[in-house]
T-cell receptor, first 108, second 115 residues
Framework: KNEVEQSPQNLTAQEGEFITINCSYS?????LHWLQQHPGGGIVSLFM???GKKKHGRLIATINIQEKHSSLHITASHPRDSAVYIC??????????FGKGTKLSVKP | DTAVSQTPKYLVTQMGNDKSIKCEQN?????MYWYKQDSKKFLKIMFS???????INETVPNRFSPKSPDKAHLNLHINSLELGDSAVYFC??????????????FGQGTRLTVV
């Protein structure tokens, strides 16, 4: 069993829909990261959080430390949000332990 | 001005060759990493250096050797390339590895194809 589990694996949405991607982890962590990988391949850090909630534009990330669960929400989704969203947790030596990613496709 | 840059972006080479991928960061970070993304898009740590000192060396064949001449550079040298080495290799850096609470910055990736 992977230490970081994401769901769903694939997600197709219509433009404007509210999107939720979930992440559960089984190890103790210092921080949880949400990353975005564009179709061109580059990886960008969206959020790093260790408690509560963070918001950046249309993106919201929440974490529940007791339940070992985090969610990434996208409000008013747009085709340019189409990408792979990756949940990762900080390992004991600072490296990231990744989930398998959620491929999001937003249709116009 | 690119924060983490790696070269080349694409690398096609024959089995048995030796190749290097270079990575440089201009963020003043202490820690650099090499991650491998396999054909199923799953990312996994290979190596990590903190201030030029190796701190993570996952189960990676000896044919892979990282080299950090200074804390701004972490190169990856691969000997005797095999078909299974085909993947995308990402370099990344972060300010302070050991507390796990720092944001990671990634290079654009190097797509290695071994034929």
């Amino acid at each position: 069993k992977n230490e970081v589990e994401q769901s769903p694996q694939n997600l197709t949405a219509q433009e404007g829909e509210f999107i939720t991607i979930n992440c559960s982890y089984s190890v103790g962590i210092s921080a949880l990261h949400w990353l975005q990988q564009h179709p061109g391949g580059g990886i960008v850090s969206l959020f790093m959080l260790s408690s509560g909630k963070k918001k950046h534009g249309r993106l919201i990330a929440t974490i529940n430390i007791q339940e070992k669960h985090s969610s990434l929400h996208i409000t008013a989704s747009h085709p340019r949000d189409s990408a792979v969203y990756i949940c990762a947790v900080g390992g004991s030596q600072g490296n990231l332990i990744f989930g398998k990613g959620t491929k999001l496709s937003v249709k116009p | 001005d690119t924060a983490v840059s790696q070269t080349p972006k694409y690398l096609v080479t024959q089995m048995g060759n030796d190749k290097s991928i270079k990575c440089e960061q201009n963020l003043g970070h202490d820690t650099m990493y090499w991650y491998k993304q396999d054909s199923k898009k799953f990312l996994k740590i290979m190596f990590s250096y903190n201030n030029k000192e190796l701190i993570i060396n996952e189960t990676v064949p000896n044919r892979f050797s990282p080299k950090s001449p200074d804390k701004a550079h972490l190169n990856l040298h691969i000997n005797s390339l095999e078909l299974g080495d085909s993947a995308v290799y990402f370099c990344a850096s972060s300010q302070n590895a050991l507390d796990g609470r720092t944001e990671a910055f990634f290079g654009q990736g190097t797509r290695l194809t071994v034929v």
